[in-house]
């Protein structure tokens, strides 16, 4: 996995990552397979990322990035990042950033048949103006200040929100 992080967190969960996948192999990657899975997903910010489109999630009741298990067709975990987030966002011209932004390990409750995703997260920028829609996986698509989120978003959003802007500093533009 192409990753690197100077968080001692996210190094740490790098190696789980690829000592689950090493042990389950393929099997982590389809959701029939088991009851623990690989998601990809999708940070969409603003150009000047002040601001996060995010989806109020159907089965979970919570707001989130877009996201989900991959699919056939995906070639890779960022196709299937960007194919969920034109899913559930309905904008074809989003704008991939590039490359890992974090990652994220978080157990599932309720009518989730999955217990466990092990998410690998990527980022890309629309502009706020564009038209979106609501998929049937969700009750709500909505752009939020990075600041200022709604209530119900999930406990680690922020932090996954903070994660991926410091990569789009740091990494994408060389800051």
């Not at 979970?60 to 194919?83: I, P």
Request: glycine share 8%.
């Amino acid at each position: 996995m192409s990753y690197s992080s100077i968080d001692p967190f996210q190094k740490q969960l790098k190696e789980s990552y690829l000592v689950k996948v090493g042990a389950d192999g393929e099997a982590m990657l389809w959701k029939p397979f088991g009851d623990q899975h690989i998601t990809a997903s999708c940070f969409v910010f603003s150009p000047d990322r002040s601001q996060i489109l995010l989806t109020f999630h159907k089965k979970g009741q919570f707001w989130v990035q877009f996201g989900g298990h991959l699919e056939a067709g995906d070639d890779t975990l960022e196709a299937a990042a960007v194919r969920e987030a034109r899913e559930e966002s309905g904008i074809e011209d989003l704008e991939l950033t590039g490359g890992v932004v974090d990652l994220d390990r978080h157990d599932l409750h309720g009518g989730f048949t999955c217990s466990r995703h092990w998410d690998v997260g990527f980022a890309a920028i629309a502009d706020p103006d564009a038209e979106f829609s609501v998929s049937d996986e969700s009750e709500q698509v909505q752009w939020w200040p990075v600041d200022d989120l709604p209530s119900g978003v999930t406990p680690d959003l922020p932090l996954r929100i903070r994660r991926a802007r410091l990569y789009l500093e740091n990494v994408v533009e060389g800051n």
